[in-house]
């Protein structure tokens, strides 16, 4: 069973920065692509960046220039740096990771549980 545990989440003001750490644990083989979602208050969940596992990386034009993803291979980690936050990413933030449990199993989706940040005006 694999599991993603989020963290860094919480309230700060607008312009201020916040980072976001996004753990995968149980039986993995493999990762092919790691990225973060949000969902802001009464609207739909959206991609806000993802990276391949060749590096590749790939941002909303809403992050561009404000936010950097990266990862830690050994550590099955991805992180989202978020600086310049403007109230409009206030939202829940997810991460997601397309992998294999074993070289027998097709890759598949699986979701942390969420975390929140709010940026207060």
């Known amino acids: 069973q694999v599991q993603l545990v989020e963290s860094g989440g919480g309230l700060v003001h607008a312009g201020g920065s916040l980072r976001l750490s996004c753990a995968a644990s149980g039986s993995i083989f493999s990762i092919n692509a790691m990225g973060w979602y949000r969902q802001p208050p009464g609207k739909q969940r959206e991609l806000v960046a993802a990276?391949?596992?060749?590096?590749?990386?790939n941002y909303a034009d809403s992050v561009k220039g404000r936010f950097t993803i990266s990862r830690d291979i050994a550590k099955n980690t991805v992180y989202l740096q978020m600086v310049s936050l403007k109230p409009e990413d206030t939202a829940v933030y997810y991460c997601t990771m397309h992998l294999q449990t074993d070289w027998r199993t097709p890759r598949s989706d699986y979701w942390g549980q969420g975390t929140q940040v709010t940026v207060s005006a």
């Open positions: 990276i391949t596992s060749g590096g590749s990386t």
